[in-house]
């Protein structure tokens, strides 16, 4: 194994200038050594050939699907599987590229490409699979955060070298446009996976997204994918959407509140416990957590009251 992992070839002072300028001015950036930008519907890039020593790259694939416990994910938004957060995981190939490439070379890459103060200590890392019917509808990564947050979602791709180039064996990236209202209406751009390649975009109120329906029956889309942290972007922030009519929760009394909830939710270890999980997952599942005797026609009051 070499010593250290190259993010491409090596990238001279003029063409990360000319990346920073693309990303800056919104211009576009069509395969300068395999690096493409655009800003349509919003800012993404794709890099294609990542590491360039092709024995890593399939080292780092065979140790992934071997090694790695992979949990199903299942609801009506999703239906894939993805393992637990890797920043720990201690697998030779994966530790190298998490440690070497992500937190080393391909930060400092980022940092001058996008100009953002990005953290070098919280770069959220996971591994995930879809195979046949498996998806991910439009989201948009964004989570309400307060000083820092995700800033830039990457994903590296894993698939088989024959993922088909026409889409017929689906999974693409597709992007979607925003109306006014920063709804997502329509998918604009769609991103193929390709073997050792990745893509990255800037979080934010737009970036809406989703993994196509995986159309091949006997190929995996594998990628390591995750987020990079830092400052949130003050404009990116979620405005809180409440239904019309719909009172906010801040108006709801307190002894409304404590009559409500059950026991287990108002003590703070647990309430430390599911924040932890909530962060690390961005989801969780709270069972029972209204007592039974609030009738539901007095919970519809007290909301729409
Ligand atoms: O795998 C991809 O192309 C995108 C995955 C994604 O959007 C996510 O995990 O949030
Ligand atoms: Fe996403």
């Given at each position: 194994?070499?010593?250290?992992?190259n993010?491409?070839?090596?990238f001279?002072?003029t063409?990360?200038?000319k990346?920073?300028?693309?990303?800056?001015?919104?211009t576009?950036?069509?395969?300068?050594?395999?690096?493409?930008?655009?800003h349509?519907?919003?800012?993404?890039?794709?890099?294609?050939?990542?590491?360039s020593?092709?024995?890593?790259v399939?080292e780092?694939?065979?140790?992934?699907?071997?090694?790695l416990?992979?949990h199903?994910?299942?609801n009506?938004?999703?239906?894939?599987?993805?393992?637990?957060?890797?920043?720990?995981?201690?697998?030779?190939?994966?530790?190298?590229?998490?440690?070497?490439f992500l937190?080393?070379?391909?930060?400092?890459?980022?940092?001058?490409?996008?100009?953002i103060n990005?953290?070098?200590?919280?770069?959220?890392?996971?591994?995930?699979?879809?195979?046949?019917?498996?998806?991910?509808?439009?989201?948009d990564?964004?989570?309400?955060?307060d000083q820092?947050?995700?800033?830039?979602?990457?994903?590296y791709?894993?698939?088989?070298?024959?993922?088909?180039?026409d889409?017929s064996?689906g999974?693409?990236?597709?992007?979607?446009?925003?109306?006014?209202?920063?709804?997502?209406?329509?998918?604009v751009k769609?991103?193929?996976?390709?073997?050792?390649?990745?893509?990255?975009?800037?979080v934010?109120?737009?970036?809406?997204?989703?993994?196509a329906?995986?159309?091949?029956k006997?190929?995996?889309?594998?990628?390591?994918?995750?987020?990079?942290?830092?400052?949130?972007?003050?404009?990116a922030?979620?405005?809180?959407?409440?239904?019309?009519?719909?009172?906010s929760?801040e108006?709801?009394?307190?002894?409304?509140?404590?009559?409500w909830?059950?026991?287990?939710?108002?003590?703070?270890?647990?309430q430390?416990g599911?924040?932890?999980?909530?962060s690390?997952?961005?989801?969780?599942?709270l069972?029972?957590?209204?007592?039974?005797?609030?009738s539901?026609n007095?919970?519809?009051?007290i909301?729409?009251?």
């Amino acid at each position: 194994m070499p010593e250290s992992i190259n993010l491409l070839r090596e990238f001279d002072d003029t063409i990360i200038n000319k990346l920073q300028e693309s990303y800056a001015k919104k211009t576009k950036i069509d395969d300068l050594k395999g690096i493409t930008i655009s800003h349509e519907p919003f800012t993404h890039c794709v890099i294609q050939n990542l590491v360039s020593d092709p024995s890593f790259v399939s080292e780092l694939n065979s140790e992934i699907q071997s090694k790695l416990k992979y949990h199903k994910k299942n609801n009506d938004l999703y239906q894939f599987h993805q393992t637990q957060d890797l920043g720990k995981n201690k697998s030779k190939y994966l530790s190298k590229f998490r440690d070497q490439f992500l937190y080393g070379q391909f930060l400092e890459f980022l940092k001058k490409i996008t100009n953002i103060n990005l953290s070098s200590t919280k770069i959220d890392v996971t591994s995930s699979k879809y195979e046949f019917s498996d998806y991910l509808l439009c989201h948009d990564d964004n989570i309400n955060q307060d000083q820092h947050g995700r800033r830039i979602a990457f994903i590296y791709y894993l698939v088989p070298e024959d993922w088909c180039e026409d889409g017929s064996d689906g999974g693409n990236l597709d992007l979607f446009r925003v109306n006014e209202h920063f709804e997502p209406v329509q998918i604009v751009k769609s991103l193929i996976p390709r073997r050792n390649s990745l893509a990255f975009f800037e979080v934010s109120d737009s970036s809406f997204h989703q993994v196509a329906e995986i159309l091949s029956k006997n190929k995996t889309r594998l990628s390591i994918n995750g987020w990079f942290h830092g400052p949130v972007n003050p404009k990116a922030k979620k405005k809180t959407e409440i239904l019309s009519g719909l009172n906010s929760y801040e108006s709801v009394e307190p002894d409304i509140f404590f009559e409500w909830i059950t026991e287990r939710y108002l003590k703070p270890i647990n309430q430390t416990g599911i924040q932890m999980k909530f962060s690390s997952s961005s989801e969780i599942k709270l069972d029972k957590i209204f007592h039974f005797n609030i009738s539901v026609n007095k919970q519809i009051h007290i909301l729409y009251d």
